[in-house]
Structure formats: C-alpha cells, structure tokens
C-alpha cells in the first residue's frame, strides 16, 4: 500500500514537467479535516498523509465551453477517495488504494477508471517494512520506515483514479457542497521492493500519461492494458527515521538516512542482507 509520501513542490514547479494548461489550484474546494491543513494545501508537504489535500492531474472539459478540447488541469484534490453513493465522507479514510488487479471490479473505482482517472506528482514514498528477526516493546515485529523514489530523478506520477461526491445537505451554490477525491493505483511490488512491502504505487512514465488522462479511453480493456506494470529497477530505497510516522512531522529531514546504529533487524532491499546496528 502508499499510505505516506513526499510532494515538497508547489503548484508552478509542476506546470512545466506536466504540460499542465489550466492551474486551478488557488480555487477554494471542500475539505475533510476538522483543523486547518499543515503545511498549507497546494504548498511543499514531505509528509503527505491521507485526508490531506494534494496537487492532483487531470483532463477535464471546460464546464462553460463544453465543446472545447479537454484541459489538462492542476487541481487540490483530498486524498481518500469518496464514491458519490457515498452516505458521508468517513469512507474516504478506508479508500486511500486502489488495487490495480481489481480496479475495474470494485463498484467504488469503476466508473472513476473508465472517465476520471488521473495523476499523483509525488517525490518519492513511504514504506513500513516488517523485520524477520528484530521486535519492538510489545513483541511484534519492528517496522522500519523506508524512502523509495525514481533513480533517474525524473518527474514521479502515481498512477489514481478520482471521484465526486455531493452533500446534499448543502445548496448548489455552496463551495462545501462538492468533495473531489482520490486514490493511488497500487501493483505488485517489484523485485527488491517486495522486501520492504508487497505492494507499491503504480508509477507511470511520462511517455504513458497521455494514455492515462485521455478521456476517450473508456474502454474496459483499454484501460486494463495501462495498469501494466512498467519494467522494474527505476527505483532506490534506504530505510529513514521514524519520524516521518507522525503527521506532525514535516521538512526534508524525513527522507535523510537512518543511521547505522538504529537498523536493528532491517533487510537490505538490494541483497536481502539482514543489517545489525
């Protein structure tokens, strides 16, 4: 799974590396938290967690112009994505993955992968590994927090799919009355990550954006044939403090090396090397 990962952009460092035409980032949208986001949405967040609001891609039709060509806009969108049956947007907190080998199974991602599917612009991600050897205080096995990201240090986009949900609560004019949320595609880890975790983010190259975003793709096996998994060997990992645990935590400090004195039991994802401190 993704459950954390590093965005220390803003909104214009994304504009050029993903040909985005409309940055609509600065439009008031719903969110989910109860307290003010921290650091601000739409502003450098090493510690992207979900319910969060994140800069999101996506290919959208201009609603005044609807016979215009699609846009490829940049927009916050919340992190936990909230199908539109929806009763509340608590589900969002359960939705924050979606597998790609069921994707256009589940009633919640369907109709999101056929017509809204999108790109995630990430840094790098967070990742718990479970050691064989080392436990904690409470007997369970020691989880080691790892940083993965493109070794090329070429753009990174995970691979989602978007929805909207409407609380019928509230007027048509009101800015709250619509939520627009997100998932991560996760696949297969490959080899040498699936040391770590056995799941990772799909992370589409740039040659297959396009593909992704084009609103003309609605065909099922179309769709399929883009949740390929790309060849593997594009990334590198080390494992980093526990810090980045806390959502509290924030900055570049998060993805520095641990030191060698706290990787008790931790396996080297490279040779499967059990390292001691």
Known sequence: MCGRYAASFAPDD?????????????????????????????????????????PVVLTRTPRDQPDADPQRQLRLLTWGLVPSWAKDTKVGLRMINARAETLLDKSAYAKAALARRCLVPADGWYEWQASPTATDSKGKPRKQPFYIHRADDEP????????????????????????????????????????????????????????????????????????????????????VGKAVGSGRNNGAELIAPAPADQLDGVVDPMTGEVLQP
């Open 14 to 54: 994304l504009v050029d590396d993903f040909e985005i035409d409309v940055d609509r980032t600065d439009e008031r949208s719903r969110s989910v938290l109860v307290n003010p986001q921290d650091p601000p949405a739409g502003t450098p967040d090493w510690n992207m967690a979900p319910t969060k609001q994140a």
């Open 156 to 239: 990174t986009a995970f691979a989602g799919v978007y929805e909207f949900w409407r609380d019928k609560s509230l007027p048509d004019d009101d800015p709250n009355a619509w939520l627009v949320s997100y998932a991560i595609v996760t696949t297969a880890a490959e080899p040498g990550l699936d040391r770590i975790h056995d799941r990772q983010p799909l992370v589409l190259d740039k040659d297959r954006w396009s593909d992704w975003l084009d609103l003309a793709t609605t065909d099922p096996d179309a769709v399929r044939a883009l949740l390929e998994p790309e060849p593997a060997g594009r990334f590198e990992a080390w494992p």
